[in-house]
């Protein structure tokens, strides 16, 4: 599957964000759907993650209780609702896919389908 993520922007700290990220060339079936984020001069982290099938999400510990995975069937989507942004939110938002095992959704280079990324910014 082809992914594009969308939805970042500039906001203000405190204020909310929905991201999208929508499937093309194929539909999602057994698929495990992350979120990865880079900040300038940092590493590519795991965010969240959401198996398509059974629709159970994963997340950073850094971001449990203000990130929301969830996604859409009809519409063949997986949105990242992210609440009280802070300026350690800042980074390029990527979304990945693959058919791999659930241990390995937090390991980047373990999915082998990417989005573009998109970026967000918090200012405070």
């Known amino acids: 599957v082809q992914l594009q993520a969308f939805g970042g922007g500039l906001v203000q700290a405190g204020e909310s964000l929905r991201l999208s990220c929508a499937a093309s060339g194929g539909a999602f079936s057994n698929h495990n759907v992350g979120w990865f984020r880079q900040a300038p001069g940092k590493e590519r982290e795991f965010v969240a993650a959401i198996r398509w099938s059974g629709g159970f999400t994963y997340y950073a510990d850094s971001v449990k209780g203000r990130f929301t995975m969830s996604r859409d069937k009809a519409k063949n989507t997986v949105y990242l609702q992210i609440n009280s942004l802070n300026s350690e939110d800042t980074a390029v938002y990527y979304c990945?896919?693959?058919?791999?095992?659930?241990?390995?959704?937090?390991?980047?280079?373990?999915?082998?389908?990417w989005g573009q990324g998109t970026q967000v910014t918090v200012s405070s």
């Open positions: 990945a896919a693959h058919r791999g095992i659930l241990s390995m959704v937090r390991v980047a280079t373990s999915y082998d389908s």
